[in-house]
T-cell receptor, first 112, second 119 residues
Framework: EDQVTQSPEALRLQEGESSSLNCSYT??????LFWYRQDPGKGPEFLFT???AGEEKEKERLKATLTKKESFLHITAPKPEDSATYLC?????????????FGSGTRLSIRP | GAVVSQHPSWVICKSGTSVKIECRSL??????MFWYRQFPKQSLMLMAT?????????EQGVEKDKFLINHASLTLSTLTVTSAHPEDSSFYIC???????????????FGSGTQLSVL
């Protein structure tokens, strides 16, 4: 069964304290892995798509990496405005219509 | 960036009534749209996949007669919660898949969500 597991469930950091969020997955053929940011009461906001092991993408203080079993979202010198829930999702299978499965998310809180 | 518009943002209704939620892709055509349900502090649960011009594909445990999905055009999908009950109260989110150039760059964009409260 396809699964996506995110850890930790919650993470509290001091402003400027770098860390990483983990997304482990078990799928039958990875078509793509997605990272989203979600603020309370809003829909997820797209951050990155990764397609193959070894791929990396960066956006401001965020950097996403991918291996054959997991993905990391590294956050460097975070600011309070980076506080949000970060969701990982994977698209399994080989069809463009194959469904996307979400992890349970990591609630990130940055203290000033 | 691509925009997906979802309306209404919130709705309060009486038990037994029906509620329609609209999801529009404003600047791209979406042959596939998804509907999710999210409970507080939990992740998104896929309810159904909506394909333009064909019947929606529902996930196991989701009643297709209760959650009617229509994807009549490449930019609009609707979710109608029929005969709503308090247990249907939740945050509903739609998303639209945008594929750039033969699946080279595939992204899923989300609407802002609809908070449904059934009294």
């Amino acid at each position: 069964e396809d699964q996506v597991t995110q850890s930790p469930e919650a993470l509290r950091l001091q402003e400027g304290e770098s860390s990483s969020l983990n997304c482990s997955y078990t799928v039958s053929g990875l078509r793509g892995l997605f990272w989203y940011r979600q603020d309370p009461g809003k829909g997820p906001e797209f951050l990155f798509t990764l397609y193959s092991a070894g791929e990396e993408k960066e956006k401001e203080r965020l950097k996403a990496t991918l291996t054959k079993k997991e993905s990391f979202l590294h956050i460097t010198a975070p600011k309070p405005e980076d506080s949000a829930t970060y969701l990982c999702a994977v698209q399994a299978g080989y069809s463009s219509a194959s469904k996307i499965i979400f992890g349970s998310g990591t609630r990130l809180s940055i203290r000033p | 960036g691509a925009v997906v518009s979802q309306h209404p943002s919130w709705v309060i209704c009486k038990s037994g009534t029906s509620v329609k939620i609209e999801c529009r892709s404003l600047d791209f055509q979406a042959t596939t749209m998804f509907w999710y349900r999210q409970f507080p502090k939990q992740s998104l649960m896929l309810m159904a996949t909506s394909n333009e011009g064909s019947k929606a594909t529902y996930e196991q445990g989701v009643e297709k007669d209760k959650f009617l999905i229509n994807h009549a055009s490449l930019t609009l999908s609707t979710l109608t919660v029929t005969s709503a009950h308090p247990e249907d109260s939740s945050f509903y989110i739609c998303s639209a898949r945008r594929v750039d150039r033969v699946m080279v760059n595939e992204k899923l964009f989300f609407g802002s969500g609809t908070q449904l409260s059934v009294l």
